[in-house]
């Protein structure tokens, strides 16, 4: 599945998240933490009907915002065995902004053997950002100094 | 169907785009709780005028308030920005926890 496939609307604004991390830990022993769930209920999330098979679909019950029932649904769309793990994650609903928006995304793990462990990198792809962006950059700093303490108060709930 | 009630981001926008107001409320932010009185003082406009903004602020659903005796407390209710809150805000801290919770599962089952 290709990247452009997720973006038929090129002029709307997307972005990736990526976190890339070195774990003094073997692929293997990382890859079975990312594979089971019920060791990925340890770290992520209780998974609802997970299995590290193409085309498997499961859930995850997070919290739900406005007309969203908080269900993200995944459905796995590749499995390379200690390198590379991609599932579908989506949820939101139409009707809300923000938090519980539509969301249509991709997560891909990828495992390097490194000297000092396993090179983890995490993409979390496919952020649609707001068509009225600008609205909200425009605003002062201390109002982006509210959003980061907003951040920190949305971690401790979630 | 048609909404009614104003989009729950469009009042928020609307309640945070004067900027007196948003001085209004990033002080109740900052502070615990606090008063007409404390927020008027420093602040070059009336006590009237506060008391707008705050019930502006308070229909938005951006502060909320208590009474004790013949004072009036606000507190900032930041759950109320969370319509501003995008996907990507919230991940971005959402997978930052999820790695430190993968790092201390390894570190327990791997040691």
């Known amino acids: 599945m290709s990247a452009a496939a997720l973006q038929p609307d090129t002029q709307e604004n997307i972005r990736d998240i990526v976190i890339d991390e070195v774990f003094p830990h073997t692929p293997e022993t990382v890859w079975k933490v990312l594979t089971s769930a019920q060791l990925i209920a340890r770290w992520l999330m209780r998974p609802t009907g997970f299995e590290a098979v193409e085309g498997k679909t499961f859930t995850f019950q997070t919290t739900p915002g406005g007309h969203w029932d908080g269900v993200i649904h995944c459905r796995v769309l590749e499995v390379v065995a200690f390198r590379r793990l991609v599932y579908a994650w989506k949820g939101g609903d139409a009707r809300n902004t923000g938090y519980g928006a539509p969301l249509d995304t991709v997560v891909t793990w990828s495992l390097t053997p490194v000297e000092a462990g396993t090179r983890i990198q995490l993409v979390h792809a496919g952020f649609v950002l707001p068509r009225n962006e600008t609205a909200y950059t425009g605003m002062s700093g201390g109002w982006k100094k509210v959003v980061r303490q907003l951040d920190e108060i949305s971690g401790e709930n979630s | ?111």
């Open chain 2, 1 to 111: 169907m048609i909404e009614t009630a104003p989009h729950p981001v469009t009042a928020v926008m609307r309640a945070l785009a004067d900027p007196t107001r948003r001085a209004v409320f990033e002080r109740i932010f900052d502070s615990k709780e606090v008063s007409v009185a404390e927020l008027t003082r420093g602040s070059g406009v009336t006590q009237g005028a506060i008391s707008q903004h705050l019930k502006s602020l308070k229909q938005a659903g951006l502060v909320a308030e208590r009474a004790e005796g013949r004072n009036v407390y606000y507190r900032a209710a930041p759950e109320g920005l969370e319509p501003l809150v995008t996907w990507m805000d919230h991940y971005g801290v959402f997978w930052r926890e999820r790695f430190q919770n993968l790092r201390d599962l390894l570190k327990e089952i791997d040691p």
